[in-house]
């Protein structure tokens, strides 16, 4: 007859040690540069898609004072044709190149092959406006509400 052994997997058991978790300490005054994001969005065709996103730290007051920029430069006013109807057309037009130059201000860097630059930023504002604004509500919500993750 044999020893008895109980089997326990690691870290499972009543013989598991208790792990202790660090916290980081909070400490003012000493903000990043940038941080990191996923942005994880649901695509046209039903799939997820996700893109990292490193994004520029603003402090809240800051955030505040370059959407004031953001808002004054914008002027998105409807276009009048020459009968007097809205031109839909520039109007989105306008609005793709206005999400495209925020984004311009508030991206340090992201995981797409394409370079990060004012025509990219303006395609993606085109193709899929629907990540260009998950971009924009992550970093709102990260410099605003201070949330982390997705």
């Given at each position: 007859m044999g020893f008895f052994?109980?089997?326990?997997?690691?870290d499972t058991g009543a013989f598991s040690p208790k792990r202790?978790?660090?916290?980081?300490?909070i400490k003012l005054g000493s903000t990043p540069k940038s941080f990191k994001r996923i942005v994880t969005v649901d695509m046209l065709d039903g799939t997820k898609g996700s893109i990292e996103c490193q994004f520029k730290y603003r402090t809240r007051t800051q955030f505040g004072q370059f959407l004031d920029t953001v808002f004054a430069s914008a002027g998105v006013k409807p276009e009048v044709g020459e009968d007097e109807k809205v031109v839909l057309a520039n109007v989105m037009a306008k609005a793709r190149d206005t999400n495209a130059e925020y984004l311009l201000q508030v991206l340090d860097g992201?995981?797409?092959?394409?370079?990060?630059?004012?025509?990219t930023l303006q395609q993606l504002c085109d193709e899929l406006p629907g990540v260009a604004n998950a971009i924009m509500e992550q970093y709102r919500v990260a410099v605003t509400e201070g949330r982390l993750g997705n």
């Open positions: 052994t109980p089997q326990v997997a690691p202790k978790s660090k916290m980081a300490k992201w995981g797409l092959e394409e370079e990060l630059s004012r025509d």
